[in-house]
């Protein structure tokens, strides 16, 4: 209580200061009551939405702008006086309003700004409308003032103390007159902190990080006795080391551009050749995926092709079997999704691309006596993923294998025909390795 009793606390909205806390409090209240009901009805909603997340940092500023923009103009419901031609002023209420919009010509010059119609209703003499501009339109100078308009801001909108911050429309009066209360993410405060941040980062990978990397020379600190002027030896030398070291940040970043005139042939000749030198310039991440040259020099050097020679004249048999129209429409897309699998992540499994023809024809190859090279890298290289090899060579397998269809067994032995004809066909059809 003695705290509340100092006389150190202000009345936000008439800024009177040396009052107790409970004086301040009972100001605030009385002053926003009747500022709140002083204010034009009319004018509120607007001006408060008008102020919802604006981020001018003064109040008085805030003020200002509101004011030049609500002096010329008028809303529904909102009492005003006429301005006649003879300069006669009758009272009126403004019932209607329609904004026009600005038209400009072809080259982009205003042709006529944007302007106001208001159907204003006379009070002053019964049953009588006019259809008046905002030039013969005005306010009582009573009703708003920029002293008005601040003790309105200041009892029905807030802002928070850090930099940057919007202003936001108290809860409750917000809720009253419908005003959205979501702060944009833009507007936030961790979005402001990760903005200062980014340029605070920018700034220094920039400009400055550039000379950062470079090798400068070592300063010594200057003796405060010495306050001779430096001799002509000296600045010749000085003069040579900053040649020197300029010659060395052109060697190393050929991003400069080399505009000099030399006086020393020897001079001339070292710039050219530090010209004619190719340099690499390092790669900054993040960088575009065109953007990066491919790596000629690979640790694991690919094996050489092996292409086989076929005789044009010999026969192939069994041609007839490779033929696509014998392939089913079901297994198709499992095709695909395997052989697109194998060359999406051809380096995790460590094999080179091929074409979908070779992969289903090795799929479809069958032989006792060869095997099919390209059938076993890939059966090797999936396995190799599937299976963890311990030390003792002996390996688990890493995922749960589904399990095998069942054959479908209806109508089986009730026809000793359908037995013979699915005999033949299972000889007449070369069995697939399987990768199971």
Not at 293 to 301: G, I, L, N, S, T
Not at 397 to 419: H, K, T
Request: charged share 30%; net charge negative; proline share 5%.
């Amino acid at each position: 209580m003695d705290f509340y009793k100092q006389r150190r606390f202000i009345c936000e909205i008439t800024g009177h200061s040396g009052l107790t806390f409970f004086e301040a409090l009972r100001s605030e209240t009385e002053e926003s009551r009747e500022v709140n009901s002083a204010f034009q009805d009319a004018l509120k909603e607007p001006i408060l939405r008008r102020i919802q997340f604006s981020t001018v940092s003064r109040v008085d500023n805030l003020v200002d702008e509101v004011y030049e923009e609500f002096k010329q103009d008028f809303y529904p419901g909102e009492p005003v006086l006429i301005l006649l031609d003879d300069n006669t002023r009758l009272h009126g209420i403004i019932r209607d309003k329609a904004n026009f919009a600005e038209q400009l010509h072809p080259d982009g010059t205003v042709k006529t700004p944007a302007y106001a119609t208001y159907l204003v209703k006379v009070l002053d003499r019964p049953n009588e409308e006019a259809l008046l501009d905002q030039e013969h339109i005005t306010r009582d100078r009573k009703t708003f003032t920029k002293q008005m308009l601040r003790a309105f801001i200041k009892n029905n909108v807030t802002r928070e103390s850090w930099s940057g911050a919007p202003w936001l429309v108290k809860s409750s009066v917000a809720e009253e007159y419908r005003i959205s209360t979501e702060v944009p993410k833009h507007l936030q405060y961790g979005a402001k902190v990760a903005e200062k941040k980014a340029m605070k980062k920018a700034d220094q990978e920039g400009f400055f990080g550039f000379f950062a990397s470079q090798q400068l020379p070592e300063l010594k600190p200057a003796l405060k006795a010495q306050k001779s002027k430096p001799s002509a030896n000296d600045m010749a030398r000085s003069k040579e080391a900053q040649f020197l070291e300029y010659q060395r940040s052109l060697n190393g970043n050929p991003t400069f551009v080399v505009n000099s005139k030399p006086s020393d042939a020897s001079r001339s000749s070292k710039l050219q050749d530090a010209e004619k030198k190719p340099q690499s310039v390092p790669a900054v991440y993040p960088i575009e995926d065109l953007d990066i040259a491919p790596d000629r020099e690979k640790k694991k050097q690919r094996p050489p092709l092996q292409f086989v020679s076929i005789d044009e004249t010999d026969e192939v048999e069994d041609d007839a079997d490779l033929l696509y129209d014998e392939l089913e429409e079901k297994s198709v897309g499992l095709l695909l999704e395997t052989w697109n699998t194998l060359n999406v992540y051809c380096e995790v499994f460590q094999l080179d691309s091929f074409t979908f023809d070779d992969f289903f024809q090795a799929m479809r190859f069958s032989s006792e006596d060869v095997d099919c090279e390209l059938f076993v890298e890939v059966h090797c290289a999936v396995l190799k993923k599937l299976v963890n090899a311990e030390k003792d060579e002996e390996g688990a397998v890493q995922i749960s294998l589904p399990d095998l269809p069942e054959e479908d067994s209806e109508g089986s032995g009730s026809d000793g025909e359908g037995e013979e004809e699915e005999d033949e066909e299972e000889e007449a059809t070369p069995l697939s390795p399987s990768l199971s």
